[in-house]
């Protein structure tokens, strides 16, 4: 688990990375998480998605939805 990073001055953002946090291909998230939610991008597989974000303890949760066609 990463710690929480802190927030870039005014422009109320944070950024940062997830050794093998991707659910797709295991590969290395990027986060940015804002006032409006949080994004996530995988360079490796190029999965993008909004995950939800809870602070908990001294650490975030982070919490994707599925959703499935048959």
């Known amino acids: 688990m990463t ?12 950024e940062f990375t997830l050794a093998e946090g991707c659910l797709l291909c295991g590969g290395e998230v990027s986060i940015r998480a804002t006032p409006s939610g949080a994004h996530s991008y995988c360079p490796t597989c190029h ?24």
């Open 47 to 70: 999965w993008l998605s909004r995950p939800r974000m809870k602070v908990r303890g001294q650490g975030l949760e982070l919490s994707f939805s599925t959703s499935a066609n048959a």
């Open 3 to 14: 710690s929480i990073p802190d927030l870039n001055g005014e422009a109320r953002f944070a």
